[in-house]
């Protein structure tokens, strides 16, 4: 009895165990929630020494960069450390064919020689109050999503309003946990930062597309960032007289690097998850959805790879289009692999099984909740073939460029419509420019393969209802050949050529806006997107509203039904902390996979003028006389590491900390098997990875002598300073 006891509490250990790493946590919330946890995986500091504020804390030395990823502040001048693939448009930006940054790297070696990136900001969390009260007053259960939503609206003005805040200061509310709770936001955002260093992309990216999304990794990606304020030190526009800013906060930096086990914690923005979706949306997911968006990316990546290895101008001029289809098409194959492998479906479908055995004994419970999981499957039923139309429409139509250009051009259209000659000159300006760069990178020939390929999935692969009668006529008229009819449309529209374009602009606003109007790919792309509003945009537009209202409602119920749960929100590009053990894992039978990357695995995998895997002949010089400095161990340069951190897209660039919360690695990215932990966190394969920060300090010291950043540093060995 005694020994089963025993193996109980065991499992039952395990279980928690289990369960330790999975959340996206409130900062505000730690203490209450999880500081016990933490500090029994390992945790030194405090809830209070992450987020406090009445003292500064990590979180003051956290920044949303750009809103689309995570930095932090690593030195008292206001140095920001973020990824390469965050940093990568201002690098770009930067870039000639005289200095090529994303080739060759960038270092300002010194404050002078950091430049300049209008648009990119930095934005500190100075506060955050629970407004769930204030928000959702005088709002009922018997109320429409609409009555709902517009009393919310009411509320939320009121709230921002009178929320206490500097002039230089700014406000958001978000919902929370579907919208049972509300959260509101004091930040500051500074809106000059300049670039301070990057290394070239053979290092910063090494691997590429290959490698994205896969463990062993080898890749430095890390970019640096200089936040600049005003002589006050408030937040300033760009003036060459601003100064460094001065942080309430900067992270030191350990050199000592994680053993197995160790614990971690990543504090950044993760941008969205679905944690607590219902089992057939889950199904939904992995039979349909992902399926349909691979298929047509698969398809478009086949078509711009073809003119990519032929022809090395659209080589560079596709590159980032390229990446970027890639990554999402990559991480939904690791997606529906985990959620099968981890039979994500059958473990829901248990837990609606228990919600339900739990509700139906409770008659409280009963009352409100008796009909849910059944409203929640018919509901996604319900929305199923319209979300695969959705699918179909969001993921051909842009990847079709003549169809975007055509959405400008009608922007002139709509201005001088509704505000006569002055709206079209203001439109046509902005326009001309947006034009210009999207033009820099396209190509009409691959523009008009695209067309061809994706139109015929369009087709083939939707039923009637849901495809433009007007591209149907087109294709009878070229004898159905999908080919002719892109070749009828490239060789007719003005739209695919820059210049064409211009001596269409020409002519007086009636004359230019007829003339738009007449232009194959304007009819073309206005019916597309008018069939797709009417036979799903409107309808997607209902149902979502009634999913939403159910999972709010599913979201209070299982807080509800599973108390003995603690419950974090799902991401929505607001400031958490994640935290979990270093540890290997194992991918598939007879394979684990190590928890550490070393500089001999960069050089493994090096293949002299590829595309994706060459390298720096200074790297390999550094490597061949083991120059490590003080960021090697036993004669070997630490590169990344992976942990059991429940991150997502948004925390590339968050900082990775060890139980003390000194700065050990740079969160990037999360490995194939396991990301499916937007849906369904699993421990056993989901890790997410970090480069090591003894790598990047190797990078900037050894390899790009900045010694000017290094001096900046606050590093940390053993609990003492190192000098
Ligand atoms: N997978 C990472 C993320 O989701 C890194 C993407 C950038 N790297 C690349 N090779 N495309 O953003
Ligand atoms: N690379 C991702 C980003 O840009 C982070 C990786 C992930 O999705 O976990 O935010």
């Known amino acids: 009895m005694k020994k089963y006891a025993l193996l109980l509490l065991v499992f039952l250990s395990v279980l928690a165990k289990s369960f330790a790493e999975e959340g996206m946590w409130l900062p505000q919330l730690l203490q209450t929630l999880n500081e016990k946890?933490?500090?029994?995986?390992?945790?030194?500091?405090?809830?209070?020494?992450?987020?406090?504020?009445?003292?500064?804390?990590?979180?003051?030395?956290?920044?949303?960069?750009?809103?689309?990823?995570?930095?932090?502040?690593?030195?008292?001048?206001?140095?920001?450390?973020?990824?390469?693939?965050?940093?990568?448009?201002?690098?770009?930006?930067?870039?000639?064919?005289?200095?090529?940054?994303?080739?060759?790297?960038?270092?300002?070696?010194?404050?002078?020689?950091?430049?300049?990136?209008?648009?990119?900001?930095?934005?500190?969390?100075?506060?955050?109050?629970?407004?769930?009260?204030?928000?959702?007053?005088?709002?009922?259960?018997?109320?429409?999503?609409?009555?709902?939503q517009s009393a919310i609206d009411k509320n939320l003005a009121g709230v921002r309003s009178s929320a206490k805040k500097e002039s230089y200061q700014d406000v958001f509310v978000r919902a929370f946990f579907e919208g049972n709770k509300y959260y509101l936001f004091v930040t500051e955002t500074y809106r000059?930062?300049?670039?301070?260093?990057?290394?070239?992309?053979?290092?910063?990216?090494?691997?590429?597309?290959?490698?994205?999304?896969?463990?062993?990794?080898?890749?430095?990606?890390?970019?640096?960032?200089?936040?600049?304020?005003?002589?006050?030190?408030?937040?300033?526009?760009?003036?060459?007289?601003n100064v460094p800013y001065k942080p309430k906060r900067s992270l030191n930096i350990s050199l000592d690097g994680v053993k197995e086990g160790d614990f971690t914690m990543v504090f950044g923005f993760p941008g969205r998850t679905n944690e607590?979706?219902?089992?057939?949306?889950?199904?939904?997911?992995?039979?349909?959805?992902?399926?349909?968006?691979?298929?047509?990316?698969?398809?478009a990546l086949q078509v711009i790879d073809g003119f990519m290895r032929k022809d090395e101008e659209i080589k560079i001029q596709y590159a980032a289009k390229y990446a970027g289809i890639s990554n999402a098409w990559k991480k939904w194959q690791g997606e529906v692999l985990g959620l099968t492998k981890t039979n994500a479906v059958e473990k829901r479908k248990e837990l609606e099984a228990n919600f339900e055995k739990i509700v139906l004994q409770k008659p409280e419970f009963n009352l409100v909740y008796i009909n849910l999981l059944k409203d929640l499957k018919q509901a996604y039923a319900a929305i199923e073939p319209y979300a695969?139309?959705?699918?179909?429409?969001?993921?051909?139509?842009?990847?079709?460029?003549?169809?975007?250009?055509?959405?400008?051009?009608?922007?002139?259209?709509?201005?001088?419509?509704?505000?006569?000659?002055?709206?079209?000159?203001?439109?046509?300006?902005?326009?001309?420019?947006?034009?210009?760069?999207?033009?820099?990178?396209?190509?009409?020939?691959?523009?008009?393969?695209?067309?061809?390929?994706?139109?015929?999935?369009?087709?083939?692969?939707?039923?009637?209802?849901?495809?433009?009668?007007?591209?149907?006529?087109?294709?009878?008229?070229?004898?159905?050949?999908?080919?002719?009819?892109?070749?009828?449309?490239?060789?007719?529209?003005?739209?695919?050529?820059?210049?064409?374009?211009?001596?269409?602009?020409?002519?007086?606003?009636?004359?230019?806006?007829?003339?738009?109007?007449?232009?194959?790919?304007?009819?073309?792309?206005?019916d597309i997107q008018k069939t797709y509003s009417s036979s799903a945009g409107s309808k997607i537009g209902e149902l979502q509203a009634t999913i939403n209202q159910l999972q709010r409602t599913y979201m209070q119920a299982q807080m509800d039904v599973f108390t003995q749960k603690a419950y974090y929100p799902d991401a929505n590009s607001t400031l958490r902390v994640t935290y979990g053990n270093v540890k290997p894992y194992q991918p598939r039978d007879a394979v684990k996979f190590d928890f550490y990357s070393y500089l001999d695995g960069v050089i493994e995998k090096y293949k002299p003028g590829d595309y994706e895997f060459d390298l720096p002949q200074k790297l390999i010089d550094l490597y061949k006389k083991k120059d490590f400095g003080r960021y090697?161990?036993?004669?070997?340069?630490?590169?990344?590491?992976?942990?059991?951190?429940?991150?997502?897209?948004?925390?590339?660039?968050?900082?990775?900390?060890?139980?003390?919360?000194?700065?050990?690695?740079?969160n990037f990215d999360r490995v194939w098997e396991g990301t499916m932990s937007d849906i369904n966190y699993d421990p056993t394969i989901c890790r997410n990875i970090m480069v090591d920060i003894r790598y990047v300090l190797f990078i900037v010291d050894k390899y790009a002598e900045a010694k000017n950043i290094i001096a900046e540093l606050k590093l940390v060995s053993k609990g003492k300073p190192v000098k």
């Open 192 to 241: 000059d930062v300049r670039l301070v260093g990057a290394p070239p992309s053979s290092i910063g990216n090494y691997g590429k597309d290959t490698d994205n999304w896969m463990w062993p990794r080898h890749t430095g990606d890390f970019s640096m960032f200089r936040i600049y304020a005003g002589k006050d030190n408030k937040p300033a526009a760009y003036s060459p007289n």
């Open 632 to 666: 090697g161990v036993n004669g070997r340069q630490p590169v990344c590491f992976i942990a059991a951190n429940h991150t997502t897209g948004g925390n590339s660039g968050s900082p990775a900390l060890n139980a003390d919360g000194n700065l050990i690695g740079l």
């Open 388 to 526: 695969y139309a959705r699918d179909y429409f969001t993921e051909i139509f842009p990847r079709i460029e003549v169809f975007g250009f055509a959405n400008q051009l009608n922007a002139l259209v709509n201005a001088y419509e509704k505000n006569g000659e002055t709206g079209y000159n203001t439109a046509k300006e902005k326009a001309l420019t947006t034009l210009a760069e999207l033009f820099k990178e396209y190509n009409a020939q691959v523009d008009q393969k695209l067309f061809e390929g994706l139109m015929e999935m369009y087709v083939t692969n939707q039923k009637e209802q849901y495809v433009s009668p007007l591209f149907r006529d087109m294709l009878k008229n070229a004898g159905n050949s999908y080919a002719q009819t892109a070749s009828d449309l490239y060789t007719r529209t003005k739209f695919s050529n820059l210049s064409s374009i211009k001596t269409l602009l020409a002519g007086s606003a009636k004359e230019v806006c007829d003339a738009i109007k007449a232009d194959p790919a304007w009819t073309l792309s206005q």
């Open 276 to 299: 607590y979706l219902h089992s057939s949306a889950i199904e939904q997911i992995v039979n349909v959805s992902d399926p349909a968006k691979i298929a047509i990316r698969t398809r």
């Open 37 to 148: 946890q933490m500090k029994k995986m390992g945790m030194r500091i405090s809830a209070s020494d992450i987020y406090s504020i009445s003292k500064g804390s990590l979180k003051d030395a956290i920044v949303s960069f750009g809103g689309f990823c995570t930095a932090e502040v690593i030195s008292d001048q206001g140095l920001l450390l973020t990824n390469h693939h965050c940093g990568f448009d201002a690098i770009q930006n930067h870039s000639s064919i005289q200095n090529n940054y994303i080739r060759d790297g960038f270092w300002a070696y010194n404050k002078d020689q950091e430049l300049r990136n209008e648009g990119l900001f930095a934005t500190f969390i100075i506060r955050i109050d629970d407004v769930t009260a204030d928000v959702l007053k005088g709002v009922t259960n018997s109320m429409t999503e609409k009555e709902r």
